[in-house]
């Protein structure tokens, strides 16, 4: 073979070569591509509200469900991460909630009472204002003053209320009361005084030994504290009430008249412990269960707020055969207002401001208070609601003179609150075991008078004046 031809063999044979590497590097190429897993492609997150509430109990679970609803209407691509912390009145969810906000993981939304307590998370730096929510359902206009004022801190709104509460109602078994012959014997419940509300109880003791005259629970203690700033309005009206619990009076003087009435309030309820007078298995029991006590005909009469009608309506209790309400007093109204807000760094804002918008909507307000036996938040809404006493509520709201509820975060500070809540709770306990009643009430004044001053209580509300607190009627 000459030079020339074997050169031209050669070159030849390299090309072929690189021919079929090329062939076979695409083809490698298009084979991996096809058994390579595909590239992963994460759907988007579905929208989600995460949101704190304690309602647990009957009718407070029906009513949240029903705004729920109203919601899932409205955002139906929104999933509802719903946190119930069983505990009434926040006594549990309050803690967990401090928590989260503390270590940077606040919920989008929890259940908060309008007034101090929302104040407090306030003044925490914790909440974002939520103005624009209030100003596009128009909430100033059908929303009353005094309910704006325990929403709005420093001229912005910090949440959006749902209902309002009355805390003192007197709630009794009519057959009880009818067989007895109470109103009769004493008169409209709405009318008594402190003597007289004792004076009921001892009689009803003396004739029915085998009912309770009155219910109370202290498996949680607030429920005794709430009877405590019930009777305190009772008997020593509603300015002394709003000084005592925002503390702005001469609570190191003993002779200050607020004194005197906090005095009167601690040796009733001494009173009506060592006298057998209240259930004995109270520390056993929570609030809903000492009202059922009510209306199964074994207490007679139940302080407490008006969400003991939305549990007698969850139950099928009968209104005006198993249980009767009466406003006690009825001059005075005492008041709380839950409410949701929106934390700083709430994950998912849009869907907290869908949620805050159901809970300001007419539709969500209606529903809600419907089944919780409250009254709207909105004026300008009125259900047709199947008991008569929640007319007589609304009616009250607009014509009694308002103050804040103190253990449903309206108008104290919640340290102070909660020393209360013990204070209260021994006196009860040892007058139960037989201790003096006066060595008992003295020793719980000095207990509270340093609570005052160990909680800074004063300084609370520094920059407001007790014309804040009350609305006069
Ligand atoms: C209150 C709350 C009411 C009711 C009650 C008992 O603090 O405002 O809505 O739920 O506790 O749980």
Known sequence: ?????????????????????????????????????????????????????WWTAGGEKEAIDAVFDVFKKANPEIEIVENPVAGGAGAVMKAVIW?????????????????????????????DIVDSVWEELGLEDVIPETLQAMCKFEGHY????INVHRSNVLWYNPKIFDELGIIDKFGD????????????????????????????????KWPLTHLFEVLLVLRGGPEVYAKFWTGMFDYKNPADPVWVAVKDVLKALA???????????????????????????????????DWVAGYFMSVGAKYGEEWSAAPFPKAVFILLSDSFNMPKNAPHPDAVKAWLKAVGSSEGQEKFNLIKGSIPARVDVAPAYPDPYRPET?????????VPSAVHGGISKEAFVTEMHNIVTSLVT????????DTLVDASTTQIMQAIDRTGLPDFWKGYTIDYFITKR
């Open 189 to 220: 419940p709405r009318t008594w005084d402190l003597d007289t509300f004792i004076e009921v109880a001892r009689y009803i003791k003396e004739n029915k030994p085998d009912v309770a005259p009155i219910a109370i629970a202290s498996r949680n």
């Open 394 to 402: 609304a009616d009250d709201f607009k014509k009694s003179t308002l």
């Open 271 to 305: 009173i009506m412990a060592k006298e057998g007078l209240f259930n004995a298995n109270h520390p056993e029991l929570t609030w809903d269960q000492a009202a059922a006590l009510v209306y199964q005909g074994k207490a007679a009469m139940y302080v407490h707020g």
């Open 99 to 127: 928590g989260l906000l503390a270590s940077g993981t606040p919920p989008d939304t929890f259940q908060v009472h309008a007034g101090g307590e929302l104040k407090e998370y306030v003044d925490a730096g914790y909440l």
């Open 430 to 437: 040892s007058a139960a075991t037989g201790a003096d009643i």
């Open 1 to 53: 073979m000459s030079l020339r031809k074997a050169a031209v063999k050669t070159s030849t044979i390299i090309i072929i070569a690189l021919v079929l590497i090329v062939i076979a590097a695409i083809a490698g190429y298009y084979a991996g591509a096809a058994v390579a897993p595909a590239a992963p492609t994460t759907p988007p997150p579905k929208p989600q509200l995460i949101i704190y509430h």
């Open 158 to 161: 910090y949440a959006v209320p």
